[in-house]
């Protein structure tokens, strides 16, 4: 069996709006703060339409730190999952950065079990993000990157400062137009007719 194209999704800030606490864009910490970008369900529709296997892979390590419940984050996934059925599957680390976990980003491991349980080929594949973190681990999965860059893509995170040769494949500034772009650069259709 030939292995599938993918696009695999970051979830806060390619997906949903982040919310301010103390001034620090952070995940929703439930349901009812949870608020889908403008073009996030666009952009999944897309994708499945170009043919790619869509997945998210999100780090919530406020689950970790005691900030978020894991019930709270489950209920979210499965909301989304409801909005947007074309997502296959969702991909979460619930570590944080001491752990030194294989799964948490810049990390690859969220890419690499996805590859291994939807039948993958990374190679041929991208990940939409919207820090540097995603983009080195998608370098480090062996796969193409887009970067849906704001004032904080490039800020230091726990896991440190971005290596600075890291660059993603593509940069746009938003989440539809990042799959459009990746249309163009696998020379799809980028209307989505076959
Ligand atoms: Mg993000
Ligand atoms: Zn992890």
Request: charged letters at 20%; one cysteine or more.
């Amino acid at each position: 069996m030939t292995r599938r194209r993918a696009i695999l999704f970051d979830r806060d800030g390619v997906l949903n709006e982040q919310v301010l606490i103390n001034g620090a864009p952070g995940p929703p910490p439930d349901l009812a703060g949870y608020r889908l970008l403008p073009t996030a369900l666009a952009a999944v529709e897309r994708a499945r339409t170009l043919g790619y296997a869509i997945a998210v892979v999100t780090n919530q390590p406020d689950v970790g730190r005691g900030l978020i419940t894991r019930q709270s984050v489950e209920r979210i996934h499965s909301w989304l999952g409801e909005q947007a059925p074309a997502i296959e599957r969702i991909y979460v680390c619930y570590h944080v950065t001491a752990d030194r976990c294989r799964c948490r980003k810049p990390a690859p491991g969220m890419l690499e079990d996805a590859a291994v349980d939807l039948g993958l080929d990374l190679a041929h594949s991208w990940l939409i993000g919207d820090r540097w973190v995603d983009i080195l681990a998608a370098q480090r999965a062996g796969c193409r990157s887009v970067l849906v860059e704001t004032f904080q893509s490039w800020l230091p995170s726990s896991a440190g400062d971005p290596p600075a040769d890291l660059r993603p494949t593509i940069t746009v500034p938003d989440t539809l137009s990042a799959v459009v772009a990746i249309a163009e650069a696998d020379r799809l259709p980028t209307d989505g007719s076959p």
